[in-house]
């Protein structure tokens, strides 16, 4: 089953470590949306393209540090 919620702002930090705390029982995908961009279908599409990418192989992201290493590099 899946169940989409909107949060308040002011409380999503908290929401989503209490969701985050069942990891056992539920599953979190943050879907954040941004009212102030409007962003083409193309747009949406490569950017979609790109997030089921990082999810299918998480293994060949680079963290903020070593991002800098090798920028600085």
């Known amino acids: 089953m899946r169940i989409t ?12 470590e209490l969701l985050q705390s069942l990891s056992d ?7 954040i949306e941004y009212e ?5 279908g193309e747009h949406i599409a490569i950017l979609e393209e790109r997030l089921m990418a990082c999810e299918k ?15 600085k590099s």
């Open 5 to 16: 919620l909107e949060v308040n702002n002011s409380k999503a930090a908290f929401f989503l």
């Open 57 to 71: 192989s998480p293994e060949s992201l680079v963290d903020w540090e070593a991002f800098q290493r090798i920028v």
């Open 36 to 40: 102030a961009a409007e962003l083409s």
């Open 25 to 31: 029982f539920v599953t979190v995908k943050e879907a």
